[in-house]
């Protein structure tokens, strides 16, 4: 093979290395396969042009250039097919069979005029006599017609593809799509414009063989460029190829002048003095200058980031800026909200949200918001949130907004102003996601934006997930300080109560018998408000022994639907009377556990009157019940009253913590231990002005199926002690 077809012979080898790689990608899919069939135009140009320079017959090298100008016609057609199928089908209408009418005119010319094709080949002597085509055409009047008929059409396909592709560009609302698009245009108009510059440079300074050795090694580059774009459909930054273009341009403009200035002298030099070729010297030097200048590289590379991309190069710096502060931050609240504002403020964003699992609990919650007008929580089991948790990258809703499972739920979003969701995966699995809406500028997300979010998405899940585990060794650091404290708190109880029960119970006594023997109304009444204030303190020592000291629960399998009804039907007065709408939603059968109905009912009605407490001019009272496949059930409370002032939700719970003027502060420690001694978990939810949602999990006892369990022992529905398999 001569050292001349070499630029052909690695451009024919790459350029086939990529139509297999394309292919086999998906070899159903119609774009892998346009888009090998538009490279293999490429693979053809290249292969003709080895069969010119290799041969040794005039006849041998016509049929090198019959291959060329196939390879040369077809790409107008195929790259007219390729823009109606990427990114997104542009129509439905060249489907299947009816894609052929794209081809069968330039088919129908293309064979004639490869069958009478006549052109001038020259032989270039001082290089080895190799052939080498030029654009003189012979034969009949109907080959030329034919020639420029295709000529035409090819230019007509061509500017139709274009013209596609920004059609494409407009409709699109996808970023990465919208960068695709661009990519795709800057090669082809860029691959079309320097073609005919070279050809124009040919027709009129006869450059001869030289055109087509650069000829062959432009198609391999744009074949590259191609290749970049649509290889697992994830186009590459266009930065990142302009800065790199722009890296090896200086770095090879460095070595060509070295190369013109100092190495072909010096080579020619000792060619004439030994009388031999240089061009092994040549190639030798070449190579220890590009190996000399590879230190370079990285210098070269910091000064274009800095001085083309200086504002992509501080992007980059805050997104790593932030991450390191992300290890010092160890208080949930402190993290999300942190991480809300670098959004906003990096991203210039007019919405950010971050949604997060909590606890024990079904539901993704926003514990950080900056511009969402209400508050929505996202079930475990949506279809959105299953579609997350096998996402591992940024999910554009504008892509998925047509998925048949997703399209109420993302077109709800998108709706709101969303446009970007980004999944926070760790060991425990999908701790949450962030949601963003659009810039403030009105522009796109770029590449360069969603793959920095991309990477920061696992910095904050671990950031998250620590500053849990370091909440969880507070909380129970605490919830051991306050067990110990409760033991003492109990012993103290039960004889200060039975201390202060004794003269109470003679002062009621008292109170009663006074009442039967005053007529007086004024002395009636003051002995009246004796009795109902010591009524009080009873019920307010009762609270307190009850707390100190609480009743192992005595579990009895009941529906959880009667018992929430019973504790609505009793706050149902209080609740017309301040105007308080009463929401239920519960499954259609019935939700059968064992609990302590009496505990769970004092439980309920402690949070309902809360509830109502924190609406005095009226509102909405909701419960929602729900039990899971494995029996588990959620109870969730959610008013519309004021709100818990930020800051306090973690106190709540604490007895004798109250916010109320005459409040004990253990209404709500009772609730939070009646369902820890049934196993279960209490969480709340509130933003200050906007209510509170109280979200109560019972697990169903896994002890009680075998019969025996930690939690206490089992009634059936007949109040007898359940046995074995009874029920």
């Not at 529906?559 to 009804?565: A, E, G, I, M, R």
């Not at 231990?673 to 169903?700: C, M, Q, R, W």
Request: proline fraction near 4%; charge should be neutral; hydrophobic fraction near 50%.
């Amino acid at each position: 093979m001569s050292v001349y077809a070499i630029p052909a012979a690695l451009a024919f080898a790459i350029n086939l290395t990529l139509c297999l790689i394309v292919f086999f990608d998906n070899p159903r899919g119609v774009v892998n396969r346009v888009f090998t069939l538009l490279i293999l135009s490429f693979v053809a140009w290249n292969a003709g042009e080895m069969i010119m320079v290799n041969s040794d017959l005039q006849s041998v090298a016509l049929v090198g250039v019959k291959v060329i100008f196939t390879g040369v016609f077809l790409f107008p057609v195929f790259f007219l097919h390729f823009s109606y199928v990427f990114p997104q089908k542009l129509t439905r209408f060249f489907d299947g069979w009816r894609s052929l009418i794209l081809y069968a005119g330039p088919l129908a010319l293309l064979v004639p005029f490869i069958l009478l094709l006549q052109v001038d080949i020259g032989r270039v002597v001082k290089i080895g006599s190799i052939f080498y085509y030029v654009f003189t055409f012979h034969g009949p009047l109907e080959s030329q017609l034919l020639a420029l008929i295709l000529a035409l059409i090819g230019l007509g396909y061509f500017t139709w593809g274009v013209v596609n592709f920004i059609v494409s560009y407009r409709q699109t609302k996808v970023a990465r799509q919208r960068l695709q698009i661009l990519y795709l245009l800057v090669g082809i108009i860029s691959m079309f414009v320097i073609g005919l510059f070279l050809h124009v440079m040919n027709y009129f300074f006869h450059l001869g063989y030289s055109f087509f050795f650069v000829a062959s090694l432009y198609s391999l580059l744009i074949s590259f460029f191609f290749a970049l774009a649509i290889v697992k459909y994830r186009l590459v930054d266009i930065h990142f190829i302009i800065r790199g273009g722009i890296l090896y341009s200086l770095l090879s403009g460095l070595v060509l002048v070295i190369y013109v200035l100092f190495i072909k002298n010096v080579c020619d030099i000792l060619a004439s003095k030994l009388e031999t070729t240089s061009l092994l010297v040549e190639a030798t030097m070449v190579l220890v200058l590009v190996f000399l200048l590879r230190p370079l590289e990285r210098k070269v590379e910091e000064f274009i980031d800095r001085f083309f991309y200086r504002e992509r190069y501080i992007f980059r710096l805050k997104f790593f800026e932030f991450t390191r502060t992300l290890l010092n931050l160890l208080d949930l609240q402190t993290l999300l909200g942190a991480t809300v504002n670098f959004l906003s403020q990096a991203l210039l964003l007019d919405r950010v949200g971050i949604w997060i699992l909590e606890g024990d609990s079904d539901d993704y919650r926003l514990l950080s918001q900056k511009g969402f007008p209400r508050e929505r929580y996202f079930s475990t089991d949506s279809p959105f949130v299953t579609y997350l948790k096998k996402s591992e990258r940024a999910v554009e809703l504008e892509t998925v907004k047509n998925f048949r499972t997703l399209r109420a739920e993302v077109g709800e979003m998108i709706n709101t102003g969303l446009s970007l969701v980004l999944p926070l995966e760790w060991e425990e699995g999908l701790l949450g996601f962030i949601m963003v809406g659009e810039k403030k500028d009105g522009k796109n997300f770029t590449i360069m934006e969603i793959e920095a979010l991309e990477a920061l998405a696992p910095a904050v899940a671990m950031a998250i997930s620590r500053a849990r585990l370091y909440q969880d060794l507070k909380k129970k650091d605490w919830q051991m300080m306050q067990s110990e404290k409760l033991v003492a708190l109990g012993e103290m109880a039960a004889s200060f109560v039975h201390g202060i029960r004794n003269p109470l119970g003679i002062i009621l006594g008292s109170a009663e018998t006074l009442k039967k023997g005053v007529a007086h109304p004024v002395q009636s009444e003051m002995v009246q408000f004796i009795g109902e204030e010591s009524e009080r303190i009873n019920r307010m020592l009762t609270n307190f022994l009850e707390f100190a000291k609480p009743n192992p629960p005595v579990f009895q399998e009941v529906d959880l639907k009667d018992v929430l009804n019973r504790t609505l039907d009793w706050i149902s007065i209080p609740a017309r009377k301040q105007r308080v709408e009463v929401q239920r939603e519960y499954p259609g059968e019935k939700v059968l556990i064992p609990v302590d109905p009496e505990q769970i009912r004092e439980a309920l009605v402690n949070l309902e009157m809360n509830a109502l407490e924190a609406m005095p001019k009226g509102g909405t009272l909701r419960i929602v019940l729900n039990q899971k496949d494995n029996q588990d059930v959620t109870i969730r409370l959610s008013d519309t009253g004021a709100g818990i002032p930020p800051g306090l939700e973690s106190k709540i719970f604490d007895p004798f913590f109250t916010t109320k003027e005459g409040g004990t502060g253990l209404g709500l420690s009772i609730v939070h231990s009646v369902v820890k001694n049934h196993g279960g978990t209490i969480s709340v939810a509130s933003n200050d002005g906007e209510g509170t949602t109280f979200t109560l999990n019972l697990p169903y006892p896994r002890a009680v199926m075998g019969c025996f369990g930690p939690i206490g022992p089992v009634k059936n529905s007949r109040g007898q002690g359940a046995g074995c398999g009874e029920s």
